[in-house]
């Protein structure tokens, strides 16, 4: 399992996302699932991946063979607006899924991966969208303004809460990273280290990129001051009437 999200905002995009693929007593592989790709003045494009490594592996992949192949059919170049690099992954995935599906199934596995694309074109909006496996995408609306990947239950209740279209790129950041924290307390198949990109609205430059393990000092205060905050809160919730009574 994994777990990533991608929040839009008036600012700009935040993305972020764990990289553990796999999780057991004595067995735990990482990888990246946050992939770059930038144009400075022209556009930026950031893809998130969940569900079969393979997969996800083999599309990207084929984005790249499709970028330095003069005479591919289309690539991220192409594209006139972000929705089309979202439909294009889409195409990819399921071409991935069907080359590889007989043998899949018949060992009793699942070849299928979801993504989140997002960036910005140039005399374009930034945008965020999620590619099902199935090809199919939609984007985030003004009343949800972040979507997620993977496991998504534990990480969502803060988002719920803070996240608008006014909330500032580094409030986003800092929310995105306690979704994540938040993630990986309650499940073990989400961990470290955490790739975390910002990217400004209109700039047309690479996000500002980091990566996050347990042991950064920055990641480490934060989880600090988020669970002192937490108890501090609900130290001050409401008595009922009969404490007040004793």
């Known amino acids: 399992m994994t777990y990533c999200l991608a929040i839009k905002m008036n600012q700009g ?4 996302s764990d990289s553990r693929t796999n999780a057991g007593v004595d067995y735990v592989r990482t990888y990246c699932k946050m992939h770059r790709f930038c ?8 893809i998130l991946s969940a569900g079969n490594l393979a997969t996800a592996q083999g599309v990207v992949n084929r984005i790249q063979l499709d970028f330095e192949d003069a005479g591919a ?10 929705f089309e690099i979202a439909q294009y992954v889409g195409r990819l995935s399921v071409a991935e899924q069907r080359q590889f599906a007989e043998a899949i199934e018949t060992r009793g596995g699942d070849g299928s991966a979801t993504f989140i694309v997002g960036g910005q074109i140039r ?46 790129l580094d409030d986003a950041a800092r929310c995105a990273l306690v979704s994540l924290d938040s993630t990986m307390r309650s499940n073990i198949s989400v961990g470290p280290p955490l790739d975390l990109a910002i990217y400004m609205a209109g700039s047309l430059e ?18 600090r001051r988020w669970n002192e905050g937490l108890q501090r809160a609900f130290d001050r919730l409401p008595r009922f009437d009969w404490e007040e009574k004793r």
């Open 39 to 46: 144009w400075p003045g022209e556009r930026i494009v950031v």
């Open 123 to 168: 005399n374009h909006s930034p945008e965020i969208y999620l590619v099902y496996p199935e090809g199919n995408s939609i984007c985030a609306s003004p009343e949800t303004p972040f979507l997620q990947l993977g496991e998504t239950k534990y990480g969502k209740p803060i988002l719920d809460r803070i996240i608008s279209a006014e909330t500032t």
């Open 73 to 82: 059919e289309y690539n991220l170049l192409k594209a006139k607006h972000l």
């Open 13 to 16: 995009l935040v993305f972020a």
């Open 206 to 223: 690479a996000p500002h990129h980091v990566t996050l393990d347990l042991a950064s000092p920055f990641f480490r205060r934060l989880q």
